[in-house]
């Protein structure tokens, strides 16, 4: 019956070739399918490397691809075996219908086919079949209408989009990245023959489901491309050893937060080119898969880097994986909205130093304030004293930063956040001196965003992750000088055990109730930002940024590079000195309500601090005044256990154990307190 259909239309063709005018107003009248092919919408790192690709409409993998992209000997092979007169013949190649004819009428069945790439190309567009002869007269029309109306190259372009691999897969590119993982740039002779031979049966010679039926038809392509000459009978004979895959990959879904999103921000596009860059972006996913392995089942990891200088993000792990398990992995916590606990201290500090009202050599208390009812503690709950403002921000003290905020004011530190394009959200819409301690809500990416400010000089520059995206011009956030001195600060932290020396300028954070805990810290060219908790807001028992976040911090940067890229050197206009040889007014810090204060050099409990809980020695406890004149007078509750010392410090005896109220008294008759608790 085949055979006869193939005479039947040889003849018709024969007849009709004697008239010509008649057949080309049959052809010219041809309505033709769409030409234009919907291919999978596509996101690309920063060197077009593909990061994820999407389904067509129809549910079918179908990837755009350009001819010059694939492996030239792949298009060899195929005319070799499928159309060898491809450029010479109209759409129809009457002498392969006649040969094929004459073939199936002498052996009583089909040896060879007559079917034309371009007849090919015209099912497929229709998606008909081929076992009806009005099927074949259609598939017959349409191909003599398409060589009029296109080129060859675009005749075999639409081949390499729709051709069939099995089950959900079209086009050459779909096909190698599901069969063999890789762009159809350069492939084995093994793979180009076998991407020839499936398209003639595609369901019964996929390879994952039919390995030995793909296998026979892969070397009947390798014979006839080693007869025909597009590969050497070597080849040949080697491509037959290879082992046909027997199973699809799955495609790539890398950064699918980042991927989702940027759908969502420009819909309609084809092609997303981001400035990621794949092969940092898995191995920090590989790198956030392992972190949470170790913790409990609902900790989460979030992971965001960028190249501070030109204002890049260039890896953004969203979850540790992309489902909905316990951890809520479809959420991306670089988006969500956490308190940043300490992480905002570094700003705090800085704007303090533009205001003048602070050096990194100040001195500043550490001690029980009370700000109208709010009397912050530190974390630990102890007091440090007079201490310099470096070891302030180093040992992540509360008292001090709440100090600072106060005299520069809430507002003004929402404004600085304004300026570094930081999107926060405050409770209650009313902005307190909590807010330096994380008292409201940010995004990782935000807080990246911010550091990448500080260590770019002070200067804010919106984080882009679109390679096609705007570039806003920056904003100064900071004095260059005073953005430098942060950077140093931070830079002097020692780092989690285990992690290398390198001065990485970083800071940690933990969220009240142990519900975030973070770590962002920075280079001379990079900045990478690490979130952990659980995505419900609920506490984890015992986490800290430093313990927690902070090794994630370093191990990121390990991924990313080798060695850090060094620090900046300080402005010309950075003032480096030590704390003796800054101006009067910047060597003790002076709160706004400082007129109400006692004089700077006032005596002063330096030992133990107002509020503290301290251990009697053996022989008493040791108590240390700052400021003053001696000789200085010492009372317990109001009694003088210690009369004309010369000496700032004393042992007291005759104490008792619980709470005692220590007074000083300097020649001047001037004095101060501190109520403490003795164990």
């Known amino acids: 019956m085949r055979a006869r259909l193939i005479f039947a239309v040889a ?49 079918r993998w179908r990837l755009a691809v350009d001819p010059l992209a694939v492996d030239q000997r792949f298009l060899a092979a195929l005319l070799s075996y499928e159309d060898k007169r491809f450029y010479n013949h109209n759409g129809v190649d009457l002498r392969a219908i006649v040969r094929a004819a004459g073939q199936a009428l002498w052996n009583g069945h089909i040896v060879s086919g007559g079917s034309t790439l371009t007849m090919q190309v015209a099912r497929l567009l229709e998606s008909s079949g081929t076992g009806k002869v009005d099927g074949k007269l259609r598939q017959v029309r349409v191909a003599l209408a398409l060589e009029r109306r296109l080129t060859k190259e675009q005749i075999l372009e639409l081949y390499l989009h729709l051709a069939p691999y099995g089950g959900n897969l079209e086009g050459i590119r779909a096909a190698t990245l599901s069969y063999f993982g890789k762009e159809p740039r350069l492939l084995t002779p093994a793979e180009i023959a076998l991407l020839v031979a499936i398209p003639q049966s595609p369901e019964t010679r996929r390879p994952d489901r039919f390995a030995e039926a793909a296998t026979d038809a892969r070397d009947r392509v390798l014979a006839r491309a080693a007869q025909d000459g597009v590969i050497s009978p070597e080849q040949a004979q080697a491509a037959r050893t290879e082992i046909v895959p027997t199973s699809r990959r799955p495609f790539p879904a890398i950064a699918p937060h ?11 596009l084809g092609l997303y080119q981001l400035t990621l860059d794949r092969k940092l972006q898995l191995a920090l996913e590989a790198l956030a898969s392992e972190v949470v392995a170790a913790q409990g089942e609902r900790v989460q990891v979030a992971i965001v880097v960028a190249d501070h200088r030109a204002g890049e993000i260039l890896a953004s792990v969203g979850s540790a994986a992309f489902r909905a398990d316990a951890r809520a992995g479809f959420v991306d916590m670089t988006q969500a909205l956490r308190s940043p606990g300490s992480t905002l201290k570094p700003l705090v500090y800085g704007l303090a130093f533009d205001e003048g009202l ?23 709950r102890h007091f440090r004293g007079t201490i310099r403002v470096r070891e302030a921000l180093q040992q992540s003290l509360n008292i001090p930063v709440v100090m600072l905020t106060d005299a520069i004011g809430p507002a003004a530190l929402l404004a600085a956040l304004d300026k570094a394009g930081v999107k926060y959200k405050v409770p209650g819409r009313r902005a307190g001196l909590a807010i330096a301690l994380g008292g409201l809500g940010v995004t990782l990416e935000d ?37 430098w001195q942060v950077g140093d600060i931070l830079a002097g ?19 009240y109730g142990h519900r975030d805990a973070w770590a962002i810290g920075f280079d001379g060219r990079h900045v990478i930002g690490v979130w952990m908790g659980r995505p419900d807001g609920t506490p984890v028992p015992g ?40 101006p009067q007014p910047l060597r003790n810090f002076r709160s706004r309500n400082s007129i109400f204060e006692p004089d700077a050099d006032a005596p002063a409990v330096a ?35 210690a009369l004309a010392l010369s000496g700032r410090e004393a042992m007291l005896d005759h104490l008792g154990k619980g709470f005692v109220t220590l007074s000083v008294i300097d020649a001047e008759g001037r004095s101060a307190r501190a109520k403490v608790r003795l164990r």
């Open 358 to 380: 602070a050096h990194p050599e100040t001195m500043i208390e550490d001690r029980p304030v009370d700000f109208n009812g709010y009397k912050p503690q530190n974390f630990d």
């Open 11 to 59: 003849a018709a063709l024969c007849l009709a070739a004697t008239a010509r005018d008649e057949v080309d107003l049959w052809i010219n009248a041809t309505v033709l399918p769409p030409l234009t092919v919907q291919t999978s919408v596509e996101v690309r790192d920063r060197h077009g490397d593909l990061l994820r690709a999407y389904t067509v409409d129809n549910g």
């Open 607 to 641: 030992f133990p601090p107002d509020g503290a809980e301290v251990e009697l020695l053996p022989n008493g406890l040791l108590v240390r005044v700052r400021g003053g004149v001696a000789p200085y007078t010492w009372l317990a509750d109001g009694v003088p256990v």
């Open 493 to 511: 932290l020692a780092p989690p055990p285990g992690a290398p020396e390198n001065r990485l300028a970083y800071k940690t954070g933990t969220s």
């Open 543 to 582: 986490a800290f940024g430093a313990e927690l976040a902070a090794p994630v911090l370093f191990q990121a940067f390990a991924r990313l590079k080798r060695d850090l890229d060094p620090q900046p050197p300080a402005p010309p206009q950075t003032l480096l000195v030590s704390n003796a040889q800054l």
């Open 447 to 483: 807080m990246v965003q911010l550091y990448a400010a500080i260590a770019r000089g002070g200067v804010s520059l919106p984080l882009t992750h679109r390679m096609q995206g705007d570039r806003a011009e920056g904003q100064r956030l900071l004095s260059a000088a005073s953005a």
């Open 258 to 268: 980042m991927d989702d999103r940027v759908l969502a921000e420009v819909p309609g």
